[in-house]
């Protein structure tokens, strides 16, 4: 059963530590997103591949957040330094396009709690 | 720019009614799709159903139907005979066809009473 995998499912730390939420897309998929999700602010859309290639990133605070698909299985997000705003659960989601059926499928998420 | 609107935050029914989630749009593209997702406590995000808009029949999936206005840029979803397994945030969302990102909904919390 194909499904995109997270890690980590929880995480704690303090303020000004490095973060890094890693994601296994569906095999075969050719578009990654990654979106956070918070009360406030429902989801957001922070930043998507196309075939590993970053398309767009302006909903990702440019300064701390960064993320990367060092290959096609795997795609990162990094926080440096996290602040406490950054709390939240992040979503990584894969999926074949708008140009086939549209649909995302999404990992568990990562819940991020910076102290 | 594409926007999705819930204007329910919360909702209620009696387990085995049926429930009507509410959700209107704005594109100004002709193709896309839109969607339902669920997410129930455990936070996974589950497709309940997808809409393509050149289709002018409504979507539906066992329980789950939509009633899609193009012209109105209504999409609500229906829920029949609501089981305890149906409470969670729904999402609305939109996609267009050239554009690739997902837009979603503030969502709408729905409790089945038992």
């Known amino acids: 059963d194909a499904r995109v995998t997270q890690t980590p499912r929880d995480k704690v730390t303090e303020m000004g530590q490095e973060v890094t939420m890693r994601c296994q897309p569906i095999?075969?998929?050719?578009?990654v997103f990654w979106y956070r999700q918070t009360m406030m602010q429902g989801l957001e859309l922070l930043a998507y591949?196309?075939?590993?290639?970053?398309?767009?990133d302006s909903g990702m605070p440019k300064d701390r957040f960064s993320a990367e698909m060092p290959d096609a299985t795997l795609a990162t997000l990094k926080i440096q330094p996290s602040e406490p705003r950054d709390s939240a659960v992040y979503f990584c989601?894969?999926?074949?396009?708008?140009?086939?059926?549209?649909?995302?499928?999404f990992g568990e998420g990562s819940r991020l709690t910076v102290l | 720019a594409q926007t999705v609107t819930q204007s329910q935050p919360e909702m209620s029914v009696q387990e085995a009614e049926t429930v009507t989630l509410s959700c209107t749009y704005d594109?100004?593209?002709?193709?896309?799709?839109l969607f339902w997702y669920k997410q129930p406590p455990s936070r996974q995000m589950i497709l309940v159903i997808r809409?393509?808009?050149?289709?002018?029949q409504n979507a539906t999936e066992n329980r789950f139907s939509v009633n899609f206005q193009k012209a109105a840029k209504s999409f609500s979803l229906k829920i029949s005979d609501s089981q305890l397994g149906d409470t969670a945030m729904y999402f609305c969302?939109?996609?267009?066809?050239?554009?690739?990102?997902?837009?979603f909904g503030t969502g709408t919390r729905l409790t089945i009473i038992p």
């Open positions: 594109t100004s593209e002709n193709n896309y799709y």
């Open positions: 591949f196309r075939n590993r290639a970053p398309l767009d």
């Open positions: 095999l075969g998929h050719n578009t």
């Open positions: 969302a939109l996609i267009n066809f050239g554009n690739e990102k997902l837009t």
């Open positions: 989601a894969s999926g074949l396009g708008a140009g086939a059926t549209g649909e995302l499928f």
């Open positions: 809409q393509e808009a050149y289709k002018q």
